[in-house]
């Protein structure tokens, strides 16, 4: 089965409102990361948090590892805030093999 | 501080054409990674090296496809024989071991007709 599902799978937002993302996985994760892609642009990493909270700007990451549950809240949304956002879990210490969720597309009307 | 270069950006082929992707890291990185990204999913790693070894190649459909990384820098992934569902944007990233951050490049966009 899928072992990163991300939800909702799409989401449309006026500019300004809040937006809550869900991540849930399904084995053991050692890190958890978000990722942003715009569209036709790369991936760009926001957040490695393994457990807790952490804030950068507007974005807030939170996961609870041992519910193997993560969300990213984006407050304030801008319409640059558009693109696919994507989580993403590590289950090898050793390995850093990363598995990605289908992802999040976000898209923010002015 | 250059990123991660790829190259070709697109590509389009006939099935059973051969196709080479190549990456550049970012310099000093020792741990590189491809991955496959098929339209509307997320990137699914296909190898990864850690300087010219590769780690795990699990992924990767050895009939078709194979990554070279001879001297522990640069890499080329080749699709021997593409097929239709092949189609899809190939990225590569990469980072120092034991940090948790990988640097994509821009990807490559293979679509096989």
């Known amino acids: 089965g899928q072992q990163v599902q991300q939800s909702p799978a799409s989401l449309v937002l006026q500019e300004g409102e809040n937006a809550e993302l869900q991540c849930n996985f399904s084995?053991?994760?050692?890190?958890l990361q978000w990722f942003y892609q715009h569209p036709g642009g790369r991936l760009v990493s926001l957040f490695y948090n393994p457990s807790g909270t952490k804030h950068t700007g507007r974005l807030t990451s939170t996961t609870v590892t041992n519910e193997r549950r993560g969300s990213l809240h984006i407050s304030s949304s801008q319409t640059t805030d558009s693109g696919t956002y994507f989580c993403?879990?590590?289950?090898?210490?050793?390995?850093?093999?990363?598995?990605f969720g289908k992802g999040t597309h976000l898209h923010v009307l002015p | 501080e250059a990123g991660v270069t790829q190259s070709p950006r697109y590509a389009v082929l006939q099935e059973g054409q051969a196709v080479s992707f190549w990456c550049d890291p970012i310099s000093g990185h020792d741990t590189l990674y491809w991955y496959q990204q098929p339209r509307d999913q997320g990137p699914q790693l296909l190898v990864y090296f850690r300087d010219e070894a590769v780690i795990d190649n699990s992924q990767l459909p050895s009939d078709r496809f194979s990554a070279v990384r001879p001297k522990g820098t640069n890499s080329t992934l080749k699709i021997q024989s593409a097929k239709q569902g092949d189609t899809a944007t190939y990225l590569c990233?990469?980072?120092?071991?034991?940090?948790?951050?990988?640097?994509f490049g821009p990807g490559t966009r293979l679509l096989v007709l």
């Open positions: 993403a879990i590590d289950r090898d210490t050793n390995a850093y093999k990363v598995i």
């Open positions: 084995s053991t994760a050692t890190r």
């Open positions: 990233a990469s980072s120092f071991t034991n940090q948790d951050t990988q640097y």
